[in-house]
């Protein structure tokens, strides 16, 4: 099993270009999500789905939209990048139910830098 | 918002030493997460723990779940090469939701 996959792994955008990043996950887990980490500093949720159908804000969701695709697939947009998004992007799975649901599997990551 | 705060940020020690690095919040966690994340890649679950006083090994880890729900504790012990990286932890926002929020990150460095 591949686990959590992320595309692409680079990034480069100038100000005001759109891109996808994309995330999918081969454990059959219901929940899926998408952090940034900045240097120095934890990982901040910006968005979130507890399963197939359903999306949420987390703690950052400004400037970013969701798609959940199917239970697989989970895409994070940036519509009008800004110099403020350049960051490492993670994406993760759980399961979504008891105990298990806070254990979350991580992607490889998406360095994005936008001039 | 919750907070977790990691001690020490970051640490240098000789390959061989023990390593113990804490978590802690001023609210109550009823789970507490470690994570390891190697350069350039993404974190990786090492212990979950799920029960106040809990102490859980995984190979020469060994993290606790503080008495008072508040903290945790994460132990390494004989440190080689391969443990360096940065360290968080992280718990549920809410319990009962799947958020979770995460510490800033213990930095460890090790010296051969």
């Known amino acids: 099993n591949a686990g959590v996959t992320q595309t692409p792994k680079f990034q480069v955008l100038k100000t005001g270009q759109s891109m996808t990043l994309q995330c999918a996950q081969d454990?059959?887990?219901?929940?899926m999500y998408w952090y940034r980490q900045d240097p120095g500093m934890g990982l901040r949720l910006i968005y979130y789905?507890?399963?197939?159908?359903?999306?949420d804000k987390g703690e950052v969701p400004n400037g970013y939209n969701v798609s959940r695709l199917n239970k697989r697939e989970f895409s994070l947009r940036l519509e009008s990048a800004a110099p403020s998004q350049t960051s490492v992007y993670f994406c993760?799975?759980?399961?979504?139910?008891?105990?298990?649901?806070?254990?979350?599997?991580f992607g490889p990551g998406t360095r994005l830098t936008v001039t | 918002g919750q907070q977790l705060n990691q001690s020490p940020q970051s640490m240098f020690i000789q390959e061989g030493e023990d390593v113990s690095m804490n978590c802690t919040s001023s609210?109550?966690?009823?789970?507490w997460l470690w994570y390891k994340q190697d350069p350039g890649e993404g974190p990786v679950l090492l212990i979950a723990l799920y029960k106040a006083g809990e102490l859980t090994s995984n190979g020469r880890l060994t993290a606790q779940f503080g008495i008072t729900r508040k903290d945790s504790f994460l132990n390494i012990s004989a440190s080689i090469p391969s443990d360096v990286g940065i360290y968080f932890c992280a718990g549920p926002l809410i319990q009962g939701a799947q958020k979770l929020v995460f510490g800033q990150g213990t930095r460890l460095t090790i010296n051969p």
């Open positions: 789905s507890a399963s197939e159908g359903t999306t």
């Open positions: 454990m059959n887990h219901n929940s």
């Open positions: 609210s109550i966690f009823n789970t």
């Open positions: 993760a799975s759980s399961e979504a139910y008891r105990q298990a649901s806070y254990e979350q599997y």
